[in-house]
């Protein structure tokens, strides 16, 4: 039962529960970043100091906290933003998916007839990466300007 | 999918940050569903006509923007 000496929960404005939900969001991207950078410097460290002498229990524990530690964060992102930023980022993963492929493909089917060099699956990658953050951008631009 | 959200807010003295909050999305996302750039889900449509008290069908119709 509330008491007369109970303050009644502040009702907030729908401006201020924007605030709210936008610190929310940006705290995800905070412990988003910090994680990854957490866990790239104990990668850098461990294979600094162990190298190739890394345990491979060490090295599957590693990767098992990555997977997780991704898991996690996605399932609390995607909960946390709306249908309309789960769509863009829909369509940013398409493209690069779509890119992937092709730059893959095309890049081996090359390579297998002289044409170019072998290919180098650290380039595929950040290839993906770079045109997957373009059509990101790209979205958030065109919402922000239409 | 046409929809009265401008007027519904205009209104009710509503910017587009008062009724995203209200209903818990982005503001860009008012946006997108007001300018025709993003048809809301079932339950996003529900939850808007909602915050204006209203029927779905007289916030939303089904014609094209």
Not at chain 1, 28 to 57: D, H, S
Not at chain 1, 88 to 93: P, V
Not at chain 2, 10 to 19: D, T
Request: proline content about 4%; charged content about 20%; overall charge positive.
């Amino acid at each position: 039962m509330t008491s007369p000496e109970t303050p009644s929960p502040q009702v907030l404005t729908g401006e201020a529960r924007l605030r709210q939900r936008s610190r929310r969001i940006r705290n995800i991207w905070i412990t988003t970043l910090g994680a990854g950078l957490l866990f790239g410097v104990a990668v850098g460290v461990a294979g600094k100091r162990l190298g190739a002498e890394l345990p491979p229990l060490a090295f599957w524990a590693m990767m098992a906290a990555l997977v997780v530690m991704t898991v996690v964060i996605n399932v609390w992102y995607l909960q946390g933003v709306d249908e309309v930023e789960v769509q863009d980022n829909l369509w940013a993963a398409y493209a690069g998916l779509n890119a992937h492929v092709l730059i893959a493909a095309g890049w081996y089917s090359a390579a297998a007839r002289g044409l170019a060099p072998t290919p180098d699956v650290l380039a595929v990658a950040l290839a993906t990466v770079i045109v997957t953050l373009i059509a990101y951008v790209g979205l958030k631009l065109r919402r922000r300007l239409g | 999918m046409n929809n009265r959200l401008r007027l519904l807010r205009a209104e009710r003295g509503w910017s587009q940050a008062e009724l995203a909050g209200r209903i818990d999305v982005s503001r860009q996302a008012v946006n997108a569903i007001e300018t025709g750039k993003h048809d809301p889900s079932l339950s996003l449509a529900f939850r808007i006509a909602r915050e204006f008290g209203l029927p779905i069908e007289q916030v939303f119709d089904g014609g094209e923007a």
